[in-house]
C-alpha cells in the first residue's frame, strides 16, 4: 500500500530542536518514499530514506531548473509562471549550462587551496574570540563569532571590501532567513544585485587578488558573474554559520560529547562531520522528474515534483546505528549534509575547515561555556527557513 503525506511536516517537537519534525521520521519509518501532496493541491513525492535521497541526487533525470519547479510544499503560488534561474544562479540549472558556471570555481575551491586558508580561518576566529573575552560575559554566540568568521571568509574570497560586510550580510540573511516580508525581501534582493553589478565592474576594471577577480578572465559576462557571487556568498555565509551556532548549541545539550571534544583536539575532524549528519541544517532539496522514471518501486511520472528529506536520510537507522543520537566518534561517515551529485556543495571543504577551526577554538578558549538562558528559550528560525539554525544563542562562562 502507498504511503501518502497530505502536507510536509515541518514543525519540531518541542524540547527536540535538533531532530527533524516528528512526523517526517514517522513517513520514513513507514516508507523511504511517501505521496506527497503539495499546497497547490498536486500530487508529488516525499523521498525521506538515506539510500533513495542519495540516488535521487545523483540521478539526471531529475532536474534542479528553476522554471520546472512549479509547486511548493507549504505555498499555493497559484498559475504564476515560474522563469528560468536569472544568469549565473546554477543551483537552479542543469547541465551544460550549470557546469559552464561551476567548471571555472571547482579549481578555485580544492581541498589543498582550502586547507591553505587554514592560517586566515584561525587569525579570525582568534579575533572574534579576543572581542568576546574583553567584552566579558553574556554573550550572543550568532553575532559575536557565527555569523561573522563565515562573513570574512567568504567576502575576502571574493573580495568584497570589509567596510561593505554588514550591509552585505544583512541583505543576504534576509533571503535565507524566512521571516521576512515580500517587500523587504523584494527590496534586499534588489540591494544585493546593484551592489554586485558595482562590484564585478570594479573587478573587471581593477582585479585583485580573489575568486571574482579570476572569473573575470573567463567567457561569463557581467551578468552570469553576478548571478555566481550571488551563490557563493548567500551559501557561504548563511548555511556555516547556522552550522556553527547550531552546532555550538548542540554540544552545549551533549556535555559528554563536548568534555571529549575538549579532551581530545584529533576528535574535531570527525566531530564536525558528526554535526553535519545529525544537524543537517539544509533541510530538503527539490528535484522534478523529466521523464517517468522508477524509484524505489514507485513510478515517478514526468513533471511531478520530489522533496528529498536530507535531514531524514541523514537519521535513516539502515544507514546509521542509533541515528538519533550525538556521537562525536561515529565512524560512520557519508553523509548527505551537502547533497550528493552534481549539486554537492562547492564550498565544504571551506566550510570543514571554519567548523573545525571555530569548534576547537571555542570548546578550549571558553572550557566554562553553557547557554544562558534554559534551551527551550533559545529562539529557532521558522522550521520554513531554507537552512535551519537559531535566532541567538545566548551564552555565557566564568570570566
Not at 567584552?135 to 571590501?161: Q, S
Request: charged residues 25%; proline residues 7%; hydrophobic residues 45%.
Amino acid at each position: 500500500m502507498e504511503h501518502a503525506v497530505k502536507r510536509l511536516p515541518t514543525e519540531r517537537r518541542p524540547g527536540c530542536p535538533f531532530d527533524p519534525p516528528k512526523e517526517l521520521i514517522e513517513a520514513r519509518d513507514q516508507s523511504p518514499i511517501s505521496r506527497l501532496t503539495f499546497a497547490d493541491g498536486h500530487q508529488g513525492w516525499l523521498i525521506t530514506g538515506y539510500d533513495l535521497v542519495r540516488a535521487a541526487l545523483a540521478d539526471r533525470r531529475l532536474s534542479s531548473r528553476k522554471e520546472l519547479l512549479r509547486h511548493h510544499p507549504l505555498i499555493d503560488f497559484g498559475d504564476i509562471e515560474v522563469p528560468p534561474a536569472p544568469p549565473g544562479e546554477f543551483l537552479l540549472m542543469d547541465d551544460p549550462q550549470h557546469s559552464r558556471y561551476r567548471k571555472p570555481l571547482v579549481g578555485k575551491f580544492t581541498v589543498r587551496r582550502m586547507r591553505l586558508l587554514t592560517e586566515r580561518v584561525e587569525q579570525v576566529t582568534a579575533e572574534h574570540l579576543d572581542a568576546m573575552a574583553n567584552a566579558g560575559p553574556p554573550a550572543d554566540l550568532v553575532t559575536a563569532l557565527a555569523k561573522p568568521i563565515p562573513a570574512v571568509m567568504i567576502c575576502e574570497l571574493l573580495g568584497v571590501p570589509y567596510g561593505d560586510r554588514d550591509l552585505f550580510q544583512g541583505n543576504v540573511g534576509k533571503f535565507m532567513s524566512g521571516e521576512t516580508s515580500d517587500e523587504d525581501l523584494i527590496a534586499a534582493y534588489a540591494a544585493v544585485q546593484t551592489y554586485l553589478a558595482e562590484l564585478v565592474a570594479a573587478k573587471r576594471a581593477h582585479p585583485t587578488d580573489d575568486v571574482l577577480s579570476d572569473l573575470t578572465d573567463t567567457d561569463l559576462t557581467d551578468e552570469e558573474l553576478k548571478g555566481v557571487a550571488l551563490i557563493l556568498l548567500a551559501a557561504g555565509l548563511d548555511t556555516t554559520a547556522n552550522m556553527l551556532a547550531l552546532g555550538t548549541f548542540a554540544l552545549l545539550q551533549n556535555p559528554a560529547q563536548l568534555a571529549a571534544l575538549r579532551a581530545d583536539p584529533a576528535l574535531v575532524e570527525n566531530a564536525v562531520e558528526e554535526l553535519l549528519r545529525y544537524l543537517s541544517v539544509a533541510q530538503h532539496s527539490v528535484r522534478v522528474a523529466l521523464e517517468d522514471i522508477e524509484l524505489g518501486g514507485r513510478t515517478i511520472s514526468a513533471g511531478e515534483m520530489l522533496i528529498l528529506a536530507l535531514a531524514t536520510a541523514n537519521r535513516d537507522p539502515e544507514r546509521f546505528t542509533d541515528p538519533h543520537t550525538l556521537n562525536l566518534r561515529r565512524q560512520q561517515g557519508g553523509h548527505v549534509a551537502f547533497s550528493h551529485g552534481i549539486h554537492q556543495c562547492l564550498g565544504q571543504q571551506l566550510a570543514r575547515i571554519e567548523m573545525r577551526v571555530v569548534f576547537s577554538a571555542l570548546v578550549n578558549r571558553f572550557p566554562t561555556l553553557r547557554l544562558a538562558v534554559p534551551a527551550e528559550e533559545v529562539a529557532l528560525r521558522p522550521e520554513t527557513a531554507d537552512i535551519y539554525g537559531v535566532k541567538s544563542l545566548p551564552v555565557t562562562w566564568d570570566a
